[in-house]
């Protein structure tokens, strides 16, 4: 038994002498092709509404030119990271509905239009990722993928998000102050 403790402990060290931060990640742009159906697990494009916002901006979205300007940010080799779609549609909810990362996470593992509006087919029990893998997320895309982002979001919305982009510059911060 104590030959079998050692051998364990033997194979862990190595996996846990390279430390998390200095791993390559490799992108990885889409999810696998499932082919297969499986006949327990029901599809989510055939449970949810058509019409619903979340599906028919997941339609709109040119995901591919989102993922094209981000793909020189990872390796091609070692480590997987997390889908760039499932990323940024992460942080495309966590704006929509201004929760903290923790919170984003949480509540895609629960709503089945966010599962689908990341890309995924069928529901997932278990969460996306840990949520200090959002913050890694945004480090890594910085600002120049960030603009990929909003880019995209422009060219969905038209007139009206640029409209919005100017309302929201020149807008004047309400700020009172209680002791006058």
């Given amino acids: 038994m104590q030959k079998y403790r050692e051998k364990r402990r033997f194979a862990e060290k190595p996996?846990?002498?390279?430390?998390?931060?200095?791993?390559?990640?490799?992108?990885?742009?889409?999810?696998?092709?499932?082919?297969?159906?499986?006949?327990?697990?029901?599809?989510?494009?055939?449970?949810?509404?058509?019409?619903?916002?979340?599906?028919?901006l997941a339609s709109a979205i040119a995901w591919s030119e989102i993922e094209a300007p981000l793909a020189r940010l990872y390796a091609s080799e070692d480590r997987p990271a997390k889908p760039v779609r499932l990323m940024v549609s992460l942080l495309i909810l966590k704006q929509l509905r201004n929760f903290s990362d923790e919170e984003t996470v949480a509540e895609w593992q629960e709503y089945a239009y966010w599962q689908?509006?990341?890309g995924e087919e069928t529901f997932q029990v278990r969460p996306p990722c840990d949520?200090?893998?959002?913050?890694?997320?945004?480090?890594?895309?910085?600002?120049?993928?960030?603009?990929?982002?909003?880019?995209?979001?422009?060219?969905?919305?038209?007139?009206?998000?640029?409209?919005?982009?100017?309302?929201?510059?020149?807008?004047?911060?309400?700020?009172?102050?209680e002791g006058r």
Avoid: C
């Fill in 131 to 177: 949520p200090s893998e959002m913050t890694y997320f945004r480090r890594r895309i910085g600002e120049s993928g960030i603009e990929a982002i909003l880019k995209a979001s422009i060219t969905i919305h038209g007139a009206a998000a640029r409209e919005a982009e100017i309302i929201a510059t020149v807008q004047e911060k309400n700020i009172t102050s």
């Fill in 116 to 118: 689908y509006f990341s």
């Fill in 15 to 56: 996996s846990q002498s390279i430390p998390y931060r200095k791993r390559k990640t490799a992108m990885k742009t889409a999810s696998p092709p499932t082919n297969r159906h499986d006949l327990f697990l029901p599809r989510l494009e055939d449970m949810l509404n058509p019409r619903h916002h979340l599906v028919t």
